[in-house]
């Protein structure tokens, strides 16, 4: 396996060769007028260019204040410039920001002239790609930092911010140094048969093993909390016409973003509206009512409804107390796995008088609950079962931000090592279980990104910001 400072180190000259050490630069506040707007470069030229641009450099770290000309020396505008001195600023190069005042037209002005310099325009998420190859921040920390960017949710931004302060990388350090100690024990034996440790009998593999596993599971858990603050869940929202799903939609939203009325059919096309659910982003989809119909409009809303409840990480299955119950419930052969549903029998307020919620409960092979959308009664428990059954914990607090690439990565190192048991203890195979060893090892690396293919990496950057 490549050694990680190694890799870094040839991936980086791999970069530096295509990019021939480019001074990048790139608008790193957000479009639109305001007070504030910085044009950031970083790269060899920075300093050379800014100072071209200014008619000053001031010392690292110092804030000036100068006239940004253009190459007739005519003045852009007025504002700060400031300058980071290599290898302590965010990319490890020579960082310069010119802020001045927020107008698209000044900003502008000012890339061109640093083009016009010498510079090109950064690449999405180039800025911390540079941070990673020059061993500023490891692949965690980078991915943070968009994450804490893009934060919808409070929670979400404390969970970013705690990965980004690398919490999140010393538990995956931490893993490894069990991995490794765990691989040496492993090898001595294959490189010293005549020993005759007899691995089953001492156990000291096997509880490593099992330390090891239960190790990544608690992380495995960790993680995928952290995914769901990020990326939150998708729930959508199905059932019969006329069975409370808009009302449903609206009063969890708390705003009447769906149109009621008593009109079976008046929801034809997916609606769809995001809120927060204790901490966590949860993406509502409103869906027309399934039904059989003739009408072309509403058939199209009924096929898109279905799509919608097939990908979807919850569905919220709405009955009417006062509909035919049965057919209604004749919507969960249709539905994903029990587990992914919620049955909400809705219209709790009119008080049906032959309703037997606990017999109707327990017909049905799915969590379940009364509700009123009109009056709210029932929807702070529902709130909590929608939590329980995505698997999110009340408690936010030590979570790291995550995503879908982390998890995948922790899943194969949970694999490997229970396939590496296996073959101790059917075979004692200690070469397959060395090598699983080393598979778990290569996937926790792509987490902090100290082995990864270069595909992969362009990937994870291109969904940066252009300033970041």
Same mark, same amino acid.
């Given at each position: 396996?490549?050694?990680p400072?190694l890799?870094?180190?040839?991936l980086?000259?791999?970069?530096?060769?295509?990019?021939?050490?480019?001074?990048?630069?790139?608008? %790193?506040t957000?479009?639109g007028?305001?007070g &504030?707007?910085?044009?950031?470069l970083?790269?060899?030229?920075?300093?050379t260019? %800014?100072?071209?641009?200014?008619?000053?450099?001031?010392?690292p770290?110092h804030?000036?204040f100068?006239?940004f000309?253009?190459?007739?020396k005519?003045?852009?505008?007025?504002?700060?410039l400031?300058?980071?001195?290599?290898?302590?600023?965010?990319?490890?190069?020579?960082? &310069?920001?010119?802020?001045?005042?927020g107008?698209?037209?000044v900003?502008n002005?000012l *890339?061109?002239?640093?083009?016009?310099?010498?510079a090109?325009?950064a690449?999405p !998420?180039e800025f911390?790609?540079?941070a990673?190859?020059?061993?500023?921040?490891?692949?965690?920390?980078?991915?943070?930092?968009? $994450?804490l960017?893009?934060s919808?949710? /409070?929670a =979400? =931004?404390? %969970?970013?911010?705690?990965?980004?302060s690398g919490?999140?990388?010393?538990?995956? %350090? !931490?893993l490894?140094e069990? #991995?490794?100690?765990?691989?040496?024990?492993?090898?001595a034996?294959?490189?010293?048969?005549d020993?005759?440790?007899?691995?089953?009998?001492?156990?000291?593999v096997?509880a490593?093993?099992?330390?090891?596993g239960? =190790?990544?599971?608690?992380?495995?858990a960790?993680?995928?909390?952290?995914?769901?603050l990020?990326?939150?869940i998708?729930?959508a929202?199905?059932?019969?016409?006329?069975a409370?799903?808009?009302? #449903?939609?609206?009063a969890?939203s708390?705003?009447?973003r =769906?149109?009621?009325t008593?009109i079976? !059919?008046?929801t034809?096309?997916?609606l769809r509206?995001?809120?927060?659910?204790?901490?966590?982003p949860?993406?509502?989809v409103?869906t027309?009512g399934?039904?059989?119909?003739?009408?072309?409009?509403e058939?199209?809303?009924v096929r898109?409804?279905?799509?919608?409840?097939?990908?979807a990480?919850?569905?919220l299955l709405?009955?009417d107390?006062?509909g $035919?119950?049965?057919?209604?419930?004749?919507? +969960?052969?249709? #539905?994903?796995d029990p587990?992914?549903?919620?049955?909400?029998?809705?219209k /709790?307020?009119l008080q049906?008088?032959?309703?037997d919620e606990?017999?109707?409960?327990?017909?049905?092979?799915?969590?379940?609950i009364?509700?009123?959308?009109?009056?709210? *009664?029932?929807l702070q428990?529902?709130r909590?079962?929608?939590r329980?059954?995505?698997?999110?914990t009340?408690q936010?607090?030590g979570?790291?931000?995550a995503?879908?690439r982390?998890v995948?990565? +922790?899943?194969?190192?949970?694999?490997h090592?229970?396939?590496g048991k296996?073959q101790?203890?059917?075979?004692?195979?200690l070469?397959?279980?060395?090598?699983?060893?080393?598979?778990?090892q290569?996937?926790l690396?792509e987490?902090?990104?100290?082995? +990864?293919?270069?595909?992969?990496?362009?990937?994870?950057?291109a969904?940066f910001c252009?300033?970041?």
């Amino acid at each position: 396996m490549i050694r990680p400072k190694l890799f870094k180190h040839l991936l980086m000259m791999t970069q530096a060769h295509s990019m021939n050490i480019d001074t990048i630069c790139a608008v %790193a506040t957000p479009p639109g007028v305001s007070g &504030v707007g910085i044009v950031r470069l970083s790269g060899p030229s920075s300093a050379t260019i %800014a100072e071209k641009i200014c008619g000053l450099l001031p010392p690292p770290r110092h804030a000036a204040f100068v006239s940004f000309r253009d190459k007739s020396k005519h003045c852009i505008d007025q504002g700060l410039l400031l300058y980071f001195q290599a290898p302590a600023s965010f990319t490890g190069e020579d960082v &310069v920001e010119l802020q001045a005042h927020g107008g698209p037209l000044v900003l502008n002005m000012l *890339m061109r002239r640093a083009l016009e310099l010498g510079a090109r325009v950064a690449r999405p !998420g180039e800025f911390s790609e540079r941070a990673f190859l020059n061993d500023k921040l490891d692949l965690a920390q980078a991915e943070a930092i968009a $994450d804490l960017i893009e934060s919808g949710t /409070e929670a =979400a =931004a404390r %969970a970013a911010q705690r990965s980004l302060s690398g919490e999140f990388s010393k538990q995956i %350090a !931490g893993l490894q140094e069990k #991995l490794t100690a765990l691989r040496v024990y492993v090898e001595a034996a294959i490189d010293f048969p005549d020993e005759e440790i007899d691995f089953l009998a001492d156990g000291e593999v096997l509880a490593r093993l099992d330390a090891s596993g239960q =190790a990544l599971l608690t992380l495995l858990a960790a993680t995928r909390q952290g995914q769901i603050l990020r990326d939150g869940i998708w729930m959508a929202i199905v059932g019969r016409p006329n069975a409370g799903k808009s009302s #449903l939609l609206n009063a969890l939203s708390g705003q009447d973003r =769906a149109i009621v009325t008593e009109i079976p !059919g008046t929801t034809r096309d997916i609606l769809r509206e995001s809120i927060e659910i204790d901490g966590i982003p949860v993406h509502l989809v409103d869906t027309a009512g399934i039904r059989p119909t003739e009408n072309p409009i509403e058939a199209e809303g009924v096929r898109r409804a279905r799509e919608a409840l097939l990908a979807a990480d919850l569905v919220l299955l709405v009955v009417d107390q006062f509909g $035919d119950i049965a057919e209604q419930l004749s919507l +969960l052969q249709e #539905l994903p796995d029990p587990e992914r549903v919620i049955v909400v029998f809705n219209k /709790e307020d009119l008080q049906l008088a032959d309703w037997d919620e606990r017999a109707m409960r327990a017909q049905v092979n799915a969590s379940s609950i009364s509700i009123s959308a009109k009056t709210g *009664m029932g929807l702070q428990k529902l709130r909590s079962m929608v939590r329980t059954a995505v698997g999110a914990t009340e408690q936010t607090d030590g979570l790291f931000s995550a995503r879908q690439r982390h998890v995948d990565a +922790l899943r194969r190192a949970t694999a490997h090592l229970a396939q590496g048991k296996r073959q101790l203890l059917h075979s004692a195979a200690l070469e397959i279980l060395a090598e699983e060893l080393r598979l778990a090892q290569k996937a926790l690396s792509e987490i902090t990104g100290d082995v +990864l293919p270069d595909d992969l990496l362009g990937a994870i950057f291109a969904s940066f910001c252009i300033g970041k």
